[in-house]
């Protein structure tokens, strides 16, 4: 239950990403059962190659509890974070992983060696309303 | 002759990291023989997980190009960038990364897939001075 209301506040966060025509992806961390922080996609907005929702929840994420170790924190991602985000969680030392939405091609979390090794709790949260948003962008740019 | 100085900017870069008690590692971006960003690790000092040098200088780039697509900028990072970094050097199109000092455990250049895959123009650039610097600070902590 818990996981299905984060991944929502996720998929807000996505949709803020899809009005800005950015690829629809929001990401949210959770620590103690408490949002601490949430951010989305701004990669085309602010042309920043790195502005991915997960590197900018962490940041946020590490500001707000003034420590770059987020251990005890849980982050939801509506997508498979990709090699640069899945790199972030390692440095942030996050072990549990929720998302909604396979990324097949840019995807680093499912055959990643590391987090299979390392005991990161990885699940997959269903969610319609992420799969159609993402679905949708997609068409929009064909 | 160009590659050996902007590895030393590198280089003066690291050198703020390890004044600071960070990892030593600098990071300098070039573009048509210009040092467009250049910047060094900050993850201890602000307390920040993302915040590796190679991040850093990439953002700072995006932000003076005013675009995220760094495709015509070479990366000199005095050591091997990690999954993070070399995700994002990815995700900013950046074709050459020229480097000082492998990184056994936490590298992900020499051996990543996409990297060889794609035709990446990589090469190690030694620096007698970048070798020591790191020897040092890791020296220091034991």
């Known amino acids: 239950m818990e996981n299905k209301k984060y991944i929502k506040i996720a998929y807000k966060e996505a949709l803020k ?5 950015d690829i629809p992806v929001g990401c949210v961390i959770v620590k103690n059962d408490k949002v601490i922080a ?3 996609n ?3 907005k ?6 991915h929702a997960e590197i900018l ?3 946020k994420a590490c500001k707000k509890l003034k420590t770059w ?8 991602s509506t997508m498979e974070p990709c090699i640069m985000c899945s790199g972030a969680i390692i440095q942030s030392r996050i072990k549990k992983i929720y998302y909604s939405v396979s990324n097949k091609n840019f995807g680093n979390i499912e055959n990643n ?13 269903e969610n319609k309303q ?3 948003l993402i679905q949708k962008f997609f068409q929009n740019i064909r």
């Open 57 to 59: 929840a962490i940041n």
């Open 113 to 125: 060696k590391i987090f299979k090794n390392n005991k990161y709790e990885i699940k997959k949260i």
């Open 130 to 132: 992420i799969f159609y």
């Open 17 to 21: 990403a899809y009005k800005k025509g």
């Open 46 to 51: 602010n042309k920043i190659a790195t502005y």
């Open 42 to 44: 701004k990669k085309e």
């Open 69 to 76: 170790h987020l251990d005890d924190c849980i982050l939801y």
């Open 38 to 40: 949430k951010a989305y």
